[in-house]
């Protein structure tokens, strides 16, 4: 998508509009490929929610979707012994990227993601507040929680998750850093840009858990297992366009939200706006 010549320095970020104009909107718009690669429109969500773009033009998240793309076609090849010899689409770049570069970065995205779900799950009341105010319903008359009950139950569910792994004799570093300052400046008030994004897609997540539990014993058997049960991979939404599609879906409604929260409402210049597209890879 190009933008319209000005006199004004183009921006670094070719699908981030700053102004409002013809077919424009305000903020920073990722457009979501509906073409090319199956398992791209999955790890460009990921890749956005890790590290998002700012209006600086920082975009980390672009080399953040090569290394998750490549971790996903290790992923295929180690379970698919015969993918290789098959035809595929496929980003000729995501296969260049040295697999040992692919797992060096995976967990610093993998933290991210962590601490993007631990956000979405502090922001739920809030969105839940703002989404009665926007249909006009009368407040709750439960009283809306501070940010720092929020933070302290969320690092709780974190201990008592700890709790359980030890018991069963595993060992699995903390998510969250300790503390309710922390959580807040180093993961909370960092989240605000996707925080939408973020509880899409832990929304996915929990029904799919949900669902996993009522799966036959034979199938769960194949499947990671965590203190809440089954678990499900980010990795799966690189599986499912139809998943991923979903996920922005779903993450524009609660955008709508956003200005209404009555609590951490987030600078509009910074929100991630994730549009469903037609180019693949972009």
Not at 81 to 88: H, V
Not at 107 to 123: S, Y
């Amino acid at each position: 998508m190009e933008s319209k010549k000005s006199s004004r320095q183009r921006s670094p970020l070719p699908r981030s509009k700053r102004t409002t104009g013809a077919g424009q909107e305000d903020g920073l718009v990722v457009e979501i490929p509906a073409g090319g690669p199956g398992y791209l429109a999955g790890a460009r969500i990921l890749a956005v929610l890790a590290d998002p773009p700012s209006p600086d033009g920082g975009q980390t998240w672009r080399e953040n979707e090569k290394v998750i793309c490549r971790a996903w076609l290790s992923v295929l090849q180690q379970h698919d012994p015969g993918w290789e010899d098959r035809p595929q689409v496929v980003v000729p770049a995501h296969l260049l990227l040295p697999l040992k570069t692919s797992e060096r970065r995976w967990p610093a995205i993998m933290k991210r993601h962590h601490d993007r779900m631990g956000a979405a799950h502090v922001m739920v009341p809030f969105l839940a507040e703002a989404e009665r105010q926007l249909q006009g319903a009368p407040a709750s008359r439960r009283r809306v929680p501070s940010v720092d009950a929020r933070i302290a139950a969320t690092l709780e569910q974190e201990e008592e998750r700890q709790r359980v792994l030890t018991a069963q004799a595993i060992e699995e570093s903390p998510r969250f850093p300790p503390g309710i300052d922390n959580f807040d400046n180093r993961i909370l008030r960092r989240s605000l840009p996707v925080i939408h994004i973020a509880v899409a897609v832990a929304t996915f997540i929990d029904q799919s858990q949900k669902n996993a539990r009522l799966l036959p014993d034979d199938i769960r058997a194949g499947l990671a297992e965590d203190v809440g049960g089954p678990q499900f991979s980010f990795l799966h939404f690189l599986a499912s366009p139809e998943l991923a599609r979903a996920v922005v879906e779903r993450a524009a409604r609660i955008e709508g939200l956003l200005p209404y929260l009555p609590k951490l409402r987030p600078d509009p210049a910074t929100v991630v706006k994730l549009r469903l597209g037609s180019s693949s890879a972009s």
